[in-house]
């Protein structure tokens, strides 16, 4: 079992949906991470969380600690938001998951 | 701006032939470490620095080597005993706050 999960792995919305990513983690970790990257590009860093929400734009990170999971939500989904998203969890070093590829079509 | 810089963005070699990928950051983090993604899957931690002049093996060292001779530079070298290079390579730094991350580069075989 890998120690870092995210769901679904693939996702297809259309233009203005709200997107919802789940991310779960066995492990006791001190932050979590969602990043983007787009096709060919480096990777940008969304958001880091300990505890709470967060919220940037359109993007809302949240984080249960007691229940290992994260979510990462999308309001008002655009074509440019097409990427995959990674949720990491940050340790003595830090373990990725395995992305979700969004694909926001017009 | 503070950042980390990863070059060349794409990066060309010949079977047989070792090359090394440049990671500079001028963050003054201690910390740094490089990673491996394949098509579909995850990244995979290489090797990491958590102070000038040592390292520690990753998850997947083996076909690679680093230096850390200073703090802003931790290059990695794909010798030519990693069956596989192919593959998005990205750097990564940290310091009290969580990683920073370079832009990565994309290393393909001829």
């Known amino acids: 079992k890998n120690e870092v999960e995210q769901s679904p792995q693939n996702l297809t919305a259309q233009e203005g949906e709200f997107i919802t990513i789940n991310c779960s983690y066995s492990?006791?970790?001190?932050?979590l991470h969602w990043l983007q990257q787009h096709p060919g590009g480096g990777i940008v860093s969304l958001f880091m969380?300990?505890?709470g929400k967060k919220k940037h734009g359109r993007l809302i990170a949240t984080i249960n600690i007691q229940e290992k999971h994260s979510s990462l939500h999308i309001t008002a989904s655009h074509p440019r938001d097409s990427a995959v998203y990674i949720c990491?969890?940050?340790?003595?070093?830090?373990?990725f998951g395995p992305g979700t590829s969004l694909s926001v079509i017009p | 701006d503070g950042g980390i810089t990863q070059s060349p963005k794409y990066l060309f070699r010949k079977e047989g032939q070792n090359v090394t990928l440049s990671c500079e950051q001028n963050?003054?983090?201690?910390?740094m470490y490089w990673y491996r993604q394949d098509p579909g899957q995850g990244l995979r931690l290489i090797y990491y620095?958590?102070?000038?002049?040592?390292?520690q093996k990753g998850d997947i060292a083996e076909g690679y080597s680093v230096s850390r001779e200073k703090k802003e530079s931790f290059p990695l070298t794909v010798t030519s005993a990693q069956k596989n290079p192919t593959a998005f390579y990205l750097c990564?730094?940290?310091?009290?706050?969580?990683?920073?991350f370079g832009d990565g580069t994309r290393l393909s075989i001829l």
């Open positions: 990564a730094s940290r310091g009290d706050q969580p990683q920073h």
């Open positions: 492990v006791g970790i001190s932050a």
């Open positions: 969380l300990s505890s």
């Open positions: 990491a969890v940050d340790r003595d070093k830090v373990i």
């Open positions: 963050l003054n983090h201690d910390a």
């Open positions: 620095s958590q102070i000038v002049n040592d390292f």
